[in-house]
Structures are given as C-alpha cells and as structure tokens.
DNA sequence: GGCTGGCCCTGTACGC
DNA sequence: TGCGTACAGGGCCAGC
C-alpha cells in the first residue's frame, strides 16, 4: 500500500518525466473516481508535487482557464508509470503527452481517485483539504503532536492513519512508528514524553523507508516497474507470530479499528 | 462536531 | 479440481 516513501518515491521519479511536458489525449475508466482525468488534456504540467500520500501535478492556465492540480492517489494498489498497459485490465486512466510518452494509472482494486482540481480547491477530498503537517516540516512538531493527539479521544493508530495529525502514515509505518516509540496501537492517551518519542519514530520510519525506495509487500512498484527494499528492514509490520527484535516477546497480530495491527505486548504499553 | 462502523473493490489464500 | 468464503485496507459517508 502506497504510504509517503513509496509517494515521493513515485514523485521524484515522475517529475523529471512530467515537467514541461503537455498532455495531447487522455482516456479513464466511467467510475467517478477515475472520470475526470481527461481534464488534464491541454494543460502543460508545471511541477508534480506531494502532500501525504497525494501526488498534485500543477496545471499551467489554459485557453482561459485558470491554473488547475491533477490529483492522484494510489490508494491500496495504485500503479503509475509510462510502460504500464493503457489497454491492460486494470488500467483506469492514461494520458498521452506531447513527447509520446503515455503516463499510465494501473489500479486493481479501485481504491485509488483522480481528481482535477481548480488551484487550491481540495474541497471535493476532504481528506487532502484536512490534511495535516507534512512529517518532515517544520510544522510537525513534538508539542504540535501531542496537542493534536490530545485533542481526541480515539486510539492512537487511528489517529495517525486518519492524516490529520500528520500527513502520509499508512499502516505499515503507523505499527513500525508506534512498535519504535514503544506505544500500544489502541491506546488512547499519549503524555508528552511519549508523543516526543513517537514524533522522533514517526520521522525514523518514514526516513528509512524513503531511504530504501519503499515498501514492496505484493502491489506497490516504482516508476520504472522495480521494487522498494524496504519490506526486508520492517520490525514490526507483518511479523505477527515471530519474536519482537527488540525484547524477543513474541510480536501478536490484533484489529484496532478494523485495521489490521502487529504490536509487542510486552514493550508497547 | 466527533466518533464508529460499513462500504467500496478484486486478487489471493484457504477450507471443504 | 472447483467452488465458496474470508481477508487485505484508505478514504468516504451515514448514523449515532
């Protein structure tokens, strides 16, 4: 599943492709969810950035039009690069650019969405109009996460997946933050020394799994088709069943929230 | 307004 | 071998 690493892994991939480049044709699967890709067709992409798991390409302004954001995401089994099948089962969207590259959006399960936004206007994804600070800026900070976990009453891996926290944790790097930081997944109150640590462990996973191109566990691949390294480095996610690293415990798979969790029930109080 | 749970969606694993 | 069922989970939304 597609979190921050395997995003701005995918970002930094397609942004030397993109940039500069004007989509001539496009084409999208009839569901909502993908429908709106053809209103890239004769927009000029500016930059293609991140926010979370989103990936905005900026639109330059058209025939009139002001400037506009194609907005994807990958949702659980998003695919997207230029040697995808346009025409394979699974393609929902393409778009043909002026330099016959054709950038191609591959998704199994139809968890993913494309949108094509007036600059700015998120209010149609209410959750990327939430969002809340990017884990690397400077406006996730220890005391800004702790004020912001003790504003609700939910658990604390609910809180982390929700993306108003902090942006971009999906669930793979909420069990792998939360097994570093040595807090239970359903736990749910957070003290100031443990939102500390769990700030520190939120960044720490996420850097490492950016560090190894990601996470490949079935889905997720590279702009170029390859695979993330990052799957081999998890201590927590995934290893239900098998001794915890750090205390040798044996790691127990749980559902917090309908999310499917892996946890030490011996050193995450 | 916040929280909870159901739904979408399809490939894979597993039991019978 | 073939069929049925459970499961995976990010984001949205209805209901409380």
């Known amino acids: 599943m597609p979190e921050l690493p395997e995003v701005e892994t995918i970002r930094g991939a397609l942004a030397p492709l993109l940039a500069g480049r004007t989509v001539l044709a496009a084409g999208a699967h009839p569901s909502a969810k993908f429908s709106s890709a053809p209103r890239a067709v004769g927009r000029t992409v500016v930059d293609v950035r991140r926010r979370g798991k989103y990936l905005l ?12 954001e194609l907005v994807v995401h990958l949702g659980m089994t998003g695919q997207l690069g230029p040697d995808l099948d346009p025409d394979g089962p699974h393609a929902r969207a393409w778009w043909r650019l002026d330099d016959g590259t054709t950038l191609v959006f591959r998704d199994v399960r139809r968890f993913g969405r494309i949108a094509v936004l007036d600059d700015g206007d998120h209010s149609a994804l209410p959750t990327l ?4 600070p990017e884990p690397f800026g400077d406006g996730f900070t220890p005391e ?26 999906g669930n793979i790097y909420a069990d792998e933050a939360l097994w570093r930081a040595g807090i239970h997944p359903a736990a749910r109150r957070v003290g100031r020394q443990r939102a500390a640590r769990l700030h520190a462990a939120v960044r720490g996973a996420l850097a490492d799994g950016l560090a190894d191109g990601g996470t490949t566990l079935r889905d997720y691949r590279t702009v170029d088709g390859g695979e993330g390294r990052h799957q081999a480095a998890l201590a927590c996610y995934g290893r239900a069943r098998q001794p915890c690293l750090r205390c040798g415990t044996t790691l127990r798979r749980s559902v917090v929230d309908g999310r499917g969790t892996t946890s030490c029930p011996a050193c995450q109080r």
């Open 144 to 169: 800004g996460l702790w004020r912001a976990l003790g504003r609700s009453t939910s658990r604390v891996k609910t809180q982390l997946l929700a993306q108003r926290v902090v942006a971009g944790v």
């Open 129 to 132: 109009a939430a969002l809340g």
């Open 57 to 68: 390409a900026d639109l330059a302004p058209a025939a009139g039009a002001p400037r506009a």
